[in-house]
């Protein structure tokens, strides 16, 4: 199933409720940002290993960009 959601202007994005239902996650919950090629994938905190993430890999990553 795929969800259209929109960029506000503080580049923040509303996942719908149904999704975070689905999920188990809410307010406050930490979520891992993976940029796949053209694609952003979003997923809950604890459903990988946390061992493959730096705490400094965004930061990495935009300093690149």
């Given amino acids: 199933?795929?969800?259209?959601?929109?960029?506000?202007?503080k580049?923040?994005?509303?996942?719908?409720g149904e999704v975070r239902e689905k999920l188990g996650i809410k307010?406050?919950?930490?979520?891992?940002l993976e940029i796949n090629g053209n694609e952003i994938v979003l997923f809950p905190y604890g459903?990988?290993?946390?061992?493959?993430?730096?705490?400094d890999d965004l930061k990495d990553f935009l300093s690149k960009h």
Avoid: S
């Fill in 1 to 9: 199933m795929r969800w259209i959601v929109r960029l506000n202007g």
């Fill in 11 to 16: 580049g923040r994005i509303v996942i719908p």
């Fill in 27 to 32: 307010k406050g919950d930490n979520l891992i």
């Fill in 47 to 55: 459903t990988k290993a946390k061992e493959n993430l730096k705490k």
